[in-house]
């Protein structure tokens, strides 16, 4: 398959560690695209712990910077999860390229849901980190 290239002018949302976790889910994604049937199982597990952790991470960081309705960008992960563990009991199984199959639906995956959801939970964070303005009133 194509790689999933990481582009700064499209992926990069200016949140630190949320880019840091893109880009390494960029990485994993394209390994395991490339994993030979004997890798397969060893970047799919990497991939899926990665997730965990990605997932867990903005989950806290809604609730942290009130995002207000997570549901949807939850209910997003939770659907990658649900897929990888499809392709990771198929891979155990024996059918061999369930997860390299899977890397074309992630990439595109990715490219929208950073885009939209991630995107506005990193500008969540950007406005809430900002100091308050506090009016001060003129004394008489
Ligand atoms: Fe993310
Ligand atoms: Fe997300």
């Given at each position: 398959?194509?790689?999933?290239?990481?582009?700064?002018?499209?992926?990069?949302?200016?949140?630190?560690?949320?880019?840091?976790?893109?880009?390494?889910?960029?990485?994993?994604?394209?390994?395991?695209?490339?994993?030979?049937?004997?890798?397969?199982?060893?970047?799919?597990?990497?991939?899926?712990?990665?997730?965990?952790?990605?997932?867990?991470?903005?989950?806290?960081w809604m609730q942290l910077f009130s995002l207000p309705?997570p549901?949807?960008?939850?209910?997003?992960?939770?659907?990658?999860?649900?897929?990888?563990?499809?392709?990771?009991?198929?891979?155990?199984?024996?059918?061999?390229?369930?997860?390299?199959?899977?890397?074309?639906?992630?990439?595109?995956?990715?490219?929208?849901?950073?885009?939209?959801?991630?995107?506005?939970?990193?500008?969540q964070m950007?406005?809430t980190?900002?100091?308050?303005?506090?009016?001060?009133?003129?004394?008489?």
């Open positions: 398959m194509s790689k999933l290239v990481w582009q700064n002018s499209r992926h990069a949302l200016q949140a630190g560690a949320m880019d840091g976790a893109h880009r390494e889910f960029v990485v994993l994604i394209n390994q395991l695209a490339e994993a030979s049937d004997q890798e397969e199982l060893h970047h799919l597990n990497r991939l899926q712990a990665h997730c965990e952790d990605h997932f867990a991470q903005e989950a806290r309705n549901e949807k960008h939850l209910r997003d992960h939770d659907e990658v999860m649900a897929l990888l563990r499809q392709a990771h009991e198929d891979l155990r199984g024996g059918k061999a390229g369930s997860g390299r199959e899977l890397t074309e639906t992630l990439a595109r995956w990715f490219e929208r849901h950073s885009t939209t959801l991630d995107a506005a939970l990193a500008f950007q406005q980190s900002q100091p308050k303005c506090v009016g001060i009133a003129a004394v008489g």
